[in-house]
C-alpha cells in the first residue's frame, strides 16, 4: 500500500463534498509529474490525505482512498484520473504552519518551499502521524 497527499480547493471540492458524495473522479490535474504518480504510483486501497489548498489556512481536512485505478481523461486522454472514496472527516484541519513544525514531518513535500504538486507520495510515517494531529482533540 502507498500513501498520497492531493490537493483541492474547497471552493472547487472540498473533504464535505466528497462525504457527501462518498467518491469522485480526481481529474483536471494538469502536470505530468502528478499525473504519471496517478497513472504508474496509484493503486486501490492507497490511502490520501485530503489537503484544503488556497484555503485560510491550507491543510489537511481529512482521509480518502483510491477505490479505482488511473484511466485516461475521456476528453483529454493525456492526462489520467482516479477515483477516490470517502474515508474520514479529520476533526479539526491540521494546517500547513502545524504541518512545517511538526517532528517527523521535515521531508514530508508539502512542508517544503515551492512544492507546489496537486498529488504527491507521503510515507507511511507522515500519513499516521498527520492522521494522529488531525484526530486529537482541538
Known amino acids: 500500500m502507498k500513501y498520497w497527499l492531493m490537493k483541492s480547493e474547497p471552493s472547487s471540492y472540498s473533504i464535505d463534498d466528497l462525504k457527501r458524495d ?3 473522479s480526481w481529474n483536471g490535474v494538469r502536470n505530468f509529474q502528478a499525473r504519471n504518480y496517478m ?3 496509484m493503486k486501490i486501497g492507497d ?7 488556497n484555503a485560510d489556512p491550507s491543510g489537511v481536512s481529512g482521509i480518502a482512498e483510491v477505490s479505482r485505478e488511473a484511466r485516461p481523461e475521456p476528453e483529454e486522454p493525456t492526462w489520467s484520473m482516479v477515483d477516490i472514496r470517502f ?4 476533526k479539526r484541519l491540521v494546517p500547513l504552519d502545524e504541518l512545517k513544525q511538526t517532528k517527523g514531518l521535515e521531508e514530508m513535500v508539502v512542508t517544503k518551499k ?6 504527491q507520495p507521503v510515507t ?12 486529537r482533540a482541538s
Open 87 to 90: 474515508v474520514e472527516k479529520l
Open 47 to 53: 490511502k490520501v490525505l485530503f489537503y484544503a489548498s
Open 114 to 119: 515551492g512544492s507546489r504538486l496537486s498529488v
Open 22 to 24: 462518498g467518491s469522485t
Open 39 to 41: 497513472r504508474d504510483g
Open 124 to 135: 507511511k510515517s507522515e500519513f499516521d502521524i498527520v492522521r494522529k494531529l488531525g484526530n
